[in-house]
């Protein structure tokens, strides 16, 4: 028989600075401060490589991430969607969209295009855009869909085999996609490993949207060109949103994060300020 | 002719969904007040479920590509050896013949050990090479000036091929401190960037009708206090 676990309990500091911060953020979310977003160089950069495509180029979409990340990452995805869409409708660009990261992925693309489904309601599904849900094997996939991407992409998320599907009938390698929008909650690594426009001639550009932790790692990769840009975290889709003049969730969530940021400083400078206080008053160890 | 085609979830059943949704969250965060049956609840809920969706996504996907493939005669080389690969898995449930089952384990390392290191080798090594210029313009000439000086000083730390001698030592210490602003630098940004998860749940739990959800936790917690204050426990 199983022996019996008891129920625990956070320490009463852990539990108040908990209640503190959600009452922190939750504030915001119902009296809107309206705190101005300024548009960092990073994500106008962005905006300004998805808005440069033409009739006929085509986008990769790839979201490498479960839908846990979604209050994170989901507002540039879906500004970036809607972006996308708008730019299929205006321009007749194609669209693909696809995750090889886990099966999650499938649960946060349904999510994204649920939310923006005004925006693809009225396209030609098939010829316009396309949904290759999850494809299993993570960068392997990645690197089967450079090389191959008849093989990597063979169905559809409704099981419809690629030969039958119009808009991929001239997609054979990554150097027929022009440019590729790839989020990650984990790690960048595999863009710049797998897709990078240095590597592959007929891939213009790749941005990164991630998160704010993820930034300084993609940096190096970034600053090498193995990927032309990136939009870090709700801050970038915020931006995002701003650029593309359909304020949504991102916007809504800037003025809890900075009072969330502030008080997640504030908690490490206190903490700090508190060690090294107590760490003072404490009689030092005598060296045997 | 192909249509188009709407996410399967319903407009209807949205509500049905948020409340559900609020529920899970509550159950899960019921644990920052204390651990209880409702927070374990949940947790088996969210894993169950989460277990369930892998293992029906597993069979999505064989069934699209493997089985109806299979089955319509398309056959391919790699689609073959995939599937022999995948049957002999489970080879290592019958004794005499387990030692097949490392076959598909060794491919399957292989194959991504190489895909990896064949990307890696540009982006990550010889890619990051031309960047070292100390002399850039600007304050990107200082950052290379440091991460040149901060790259050696750390490869010094891992370095135990050599007996460490008193430079070594020094420097392998001025190594740990490039290590410690680093692990500093991710730590503070990812506990920042996190901050975003539960900003966009509170704003789910703050939106009718998952609100009322939230107000009859809250309300639950609070009776749940008094009862413990009045009992002593």
């Known amino acids: 028989m199983a022996a019996k676990t008891e129920l625990g309990r956070f320490p009463t500091a852990d539990r108040v600075i908990f209640l503190v911060f959600l009452i922190l953020i939750s504030t915001p979310l119902v009296v809107l401060i309206g705190l101005p977003i300024p548009i960092s160089e990073s994500t106008r950069k962005s905006y300004e490589l998805m808005n440069s495509l033409k009739s006929g180029d085509v986008l990769v979409m790839c979201f490498e991430m479960d839908v846990g990340a979604f209050p994170a990452l989901g507002p540039g995805d879906m500004a970036a969607l809607k972006h996308a869409f708008t730019m299929v409708k205006e321009k007749g660009i194609k669209v693909i969209i696809f995750g090889t990261y886990e099966s999650g992925v499938k649960i946060y693309i349904d999510k994204i295009l649920q939310e923006t489904k005004e925006y693809w309601e009225s396209l030609n599904y098939g010829v316009d855009w396309v949904n290759f849900g999850w494809i299993p094997g993570h960068e392997t996939a990645m690197a089967t869909f450079a090389r191959d991407v008849h093989t990597a992409c063979s169905v559809d998320v409704y099981g419809t085999p690629v030969d039958e599907l119009p808009i991929m009938k001239d997609i054979k390698t990554i150097n027929d996609v022009t440019g590729i929008w790839y989020t990650t909650y984990s790690s960048p690594d595999m863009l710049p490993r797998q897709w990078s426009p240095l590597e592959w001639p007929g891939l213009k550009w790749t941005i990164c949207s991630t998160l704010f932790g993820t930034v300084s790692w993609l940096m190096p990769y970034v600053n090498a060109g193995s990927i032309t840009s990136y939009v870090a975290d709700q801050r970038g889709g915020a931006e995002y949103e701003v650029l593309i003049g359909k304020r949504g969730l991102g916007c809504k969530f800037m003025d809890a994060q900075s009072l969330g940021h502030i008080y997640g400083i504030a908690l490490i400078i206190g903490s700090n300020v508190y060690y090294l206080y107590t760490h003072a008053k404490k009689p030092k160890r005598k060296e045997e | ?233």
């Open chain 2, 1 to 233: 002719m192909l249509k188009s085609r709407n996410v399967r979830r319903s407009e209807e059943n949205m509500e049905w969904v948020l409340i559900v949704e609020a529920v899970m969250m509550l159950l899960i965060w019921s644990f920052l007040y204390r651990e209880s049956l409702f927070y374990r609840l949940g947790e088996h809920i969210l894993i169950g479920i989460y277990l369930g969706f892998s293992i029906y996504m597993g069979i999505d996907v064989l069934l699209k590509r493997v089985f109806v493939p299979l089955l319509s005669g398309n056959v391919t080389v790699g689609l073959a050896l995939s599937i022999i690969l995948g049957f002999l898995f489970y080879t290592r449930y019958v004794k005499p013949v387990s030692f097949m089952s490392r076959w598909s384990v060794a491919v399957l390392t292989g194959c991504g050990s190489a895909v990896a290191v064949s990307g890696a080798i540009k982006a990550m090594i010889v890619g990051q090479l031309p960047q070292g210029s100390w002399f850039a313009e600007g304050i990107t000439g200082f950052n290379n000036f440091v991460m040149s000086i901060a790259t050696v000083f750390v490869i010094v730390y891992f370095l135990f091929t050599f007996k460490p001698t008193r430079l070594l030592k020094s420097s392998a210490k001025f190594g740990r401190f490039w290590l410690m602003i680093c692990f500093g630098v991710m730590l503070g940004t990812f506990l920042l960037s996190n901050i975003g998860y539960p900003i966009g749940m509170a704003m789910k739990l703050l939106t009718p009708p998952a609100l009322y959800v939230t107000i009859i936790a809250i309300l639950l917690i609070a009776a749940d206090a008094l009862y413990r204050r009045i009992k002593g426990t």
